[in-house]
């Protein structure tokens, strides 16, 4: 018999229409994940196959665990024969190299050629084992080994206890998006939950030199890093804001300096996310986290773009958030105390309930698309790649 790891899809087995554009996606992300370790792929509309060269399941699964698209996986062994008498004796084998007192069998046959159906088949395989095996029983509710029996046509194949995947759609299959990559906790977490729904991210980045320092900076790419993990790569584009930044502090009332920034900041988004063919720009605020957060501050800050704007985390509480970014191990690296261009320039009475109006009067006073044009033209680039190398490439 063969051992190998089998894939489950889950949710994207219900996509008719697409399903082959999915799966194939899937594949190309199992293929990038796994390409340091020898292993061959071969894929149906119910199953993907991943046979392996070396003895190395463990790093396999290890890395199956971060690719979206997988609802669970298996390791599993594939008989030689789809014979009665030689799928029970293969069986017995396999389940005698196993510790257990409680068991259940769980048989599922696609090949409705094969001659028994799966509660039959149950019932023989349950009785060939308590036959076999001292001291073990049946517990169809709560079994230690579970015995799953899959009874496909191109052959059958066993496995026991599964390991869940993290689910979601294959990175691609929506499309690209930019996300607002900063160094706090929210950003990089709205930025797993955008790819968990198939979306390929690019980041941006605002800097303010030499009000952020290069540790800021550099804390930006290990979380871009740390999001490679789940996007297979990472386009990193950084914006020198300072020049921005700076005339909106000497050119406009204090208390509209957020709501001016980040009306900036969305204008820029916008531009850098169509030079890129991103379809949305995905940021990390949540509602009413602070004073340009507000619902009247949002509506003021998004007239500026057309492009949709999704906040994977608009409704969740920062506990949620921190919960989430522990898990995919951004938050040690978020809490590091650097500073950020949002936290420069803090006026002390930020406006909660901005006015349209008044937004768009202070910033005519600033030549403001001359000096976005010279950010974005002057931009810099880092490809990050999932093998953690950093690269930089030249300005655009
Ligand atoms: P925190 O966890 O401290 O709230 P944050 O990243 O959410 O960090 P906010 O000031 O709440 O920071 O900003 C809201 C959103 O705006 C961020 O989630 C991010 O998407 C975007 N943003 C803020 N600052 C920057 C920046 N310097 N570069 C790129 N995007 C930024
Ligand atoms: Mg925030």
């Given at each position: 018999?063969?051992?190998?790891?089998?894939?489950?899809?889950?949710?994207?087995?219900?996509?008719?229409?697409?399903?082959?554009?999915?799966?194939?996606?899937?594949?190309?992300?199992?293929?990038?994940?796994?390409?340091?370790?020898?292993?061959?792929i071969?894929?149906?509309?119910?199953?993907?196959?991943?046979?392996?060269?070396?003895?190395?399941?463990?790093?396999?699964?290890?890395?199956?665990k971060?690719?979206?698209?997988?609802?669970?996986?298996?390791?599993?062994?594939?008989?030689?024969?789809?014979?009665?008498?030689?799928?029970?004796?293969?069986?017995?084998?396999?389940?005698?190299?196993?510790?257990?007192?409680?068991?259940?069998?769980q048989?599922?046959r696609?090949?409705?050629?094969?001659?028994?159906?799966?509660?039959?088949?149950?019932?023989?395989?349950?009785?060939?084992?308590?036959?076999?095996?001292?001291n073990?029983?049946?517990?169809?509710?709560?079994?230690?080994?579970?015995?799953?029996i899959e009874?496909?046509?191109?052959?059958?194949?066993?496995?026991?206890?599964?390991?869940?995947?993290?689910?979601?759609?294959?990175?691609?299959?929506?499309?690209?998006?930019?996300?607002?990559?900063?160094?706090?906790?929210?950003?990089?977490?709205?930025?797993?939950?955008?790819?968990?729904?198939?979306?390929?991210?690019?980041?941006?980045?605002?800097?303010?030199?030499?009000?952020t320092?290069?540790?800021?900076?550099?804390?930006?790419?290990e979380?871009?890093?740390?999001?490679?993990?789940?996007?297979?790569?990472?386009?990193?584009?950084?914006?020198?804001?300072?020049?921005?930044?700076?005339?909106?502090?000497?050119?406009?009332?204090?208390?509209?300096?957020?709501?001016?920034?980040r009306?900036?900041?969305?204008?820029?988004?916008?531009?850098?996310?169509?030079?890129?063919?991103c379809?949305?720009?995905?940021?990390?605020?949540?509602?009413?986290q602070?004073?340009?957060?507000?619902?009247?501050?949002?509506?003021?800050?998004?007239?500026?773009?057309?492009?949709?704007?999704?906040?994977?985390?608009?409704?969740?509480?920062?506990?949620?958030?921190?919960?989430i970014?522990?898990?995919?191990?951004?938050?040690?690296?978020?809490?590091?105390?650097?500073?950020?261009?949002?936290?420069?320039?803090?006026?002390d009475?930020?406006?909660?309930?901005?006015?349209?109006?008044?937004?768009?009067?202070?910033?005519?006073l600033l030549?403001?698309?001359?000096?976005?044009?010279?950010?974005?033209?002057?931009?810099?680039?880092?490809?990050?790649?999932?093998?953690?190398?950093?690269?930089?490439?030249?300005?655009?």
């Open positions: 018999m063969e051992k190998l790891v089998m894939i489950k899809y889950g949710e994207l087995s219900t996509k008719k229409d697409n399903i082959n554009f999915f799966l194939k996606q899937l594949k190309d992300n199992v293929s990038f994940a796994l390409k340091q370790m020898d292993v061959n071969k894929f149906d509309k119910g199953r993907m196959f991943i046979t392996l060269n070396k003895d190395n399941f463990d790093e396999v699964c290890k890395a199956l971060k690719i979206f698209g997988i609802y669970e996986f298996d390791v599993a062994y594939k008989l030689d024969s789809k014979n009665e008498e030689d799928i029970k004796k293969s069986v017995l084998e396999l389940v005698k190299k196993k510790e257990f007192t409680t068991f259940k069998v048989t599922k696609s090949d409705k050629k094969f001659p028994k159906e799966s509660m039959e088949f149950n019932r023989l395989m349950g009785g060939v084992i308590l036959k076999s095996i001292p073990v029983r049946v517990d169809v509710h709560n079994p230690e080994l579970l015995v799953n009874i496909r046509s191109d052959g059958v194949y066993v496995y026991f206890n599964s390991e869940k995947g993290i689910g979601g759609y294959p990175v691609g299959v929506a499309g690209k998006g930019l996300l607002m990559l900063s160094g706090g906790i929210d950003s990089p977490v709205a930025g797993y939950l955008a790819i968990k729904r198939g979306v390929k991210l690019e980041c941006l980045y605002f800097e303010s030199p030499p009000h320092s290069i540790e800021a900076k550099n804390k930006v790419i979380l871009a890093k740390k999001l490679a993990v789940y996007n297979n790569n990472i386009k990193l584009h950084i914006i020198n804001f300072t020049e921005i930044q700076t005339t909106i502090y000497q050119n406009c009332p204090h208390e509209y300096l957020i709501t001016i920034m009306r900036m900041m969305y204008r820029i988004s916008e531009i850098v996310a169509r030079n890129n063919r379809k949305i720009i995905v940021n990390g605020e949540s509602i009413g602070v004073a340009s957060q507000t619902l009247t501050s949002m509506n003021v800050i998004n007239e500026t773009v057309k492009i949709p704007v999704i906040r994977p985390v608009a409704c969740f509480d920062k506990l949620e958030i921190i919960d970014a522990k898990k995919i191990d951004t938050y040690e690296t978020s809490i590091l105390p650097y500073e950020d261009c949002c936290t420069i320039f803090v006026p009475h930020p406006v909660i309930n901005p006015e349209f109006a008044k937004a768009r009067e202070y910033e005519k030549p403001y698309e001359d000096l976005i044009y010279k950010a974005i033209k002057g931009h810099e680039i880092i490809n990050i790649t999932k093998d953690d190398k950093v690269e930089f490439s030249d300005l655009l």
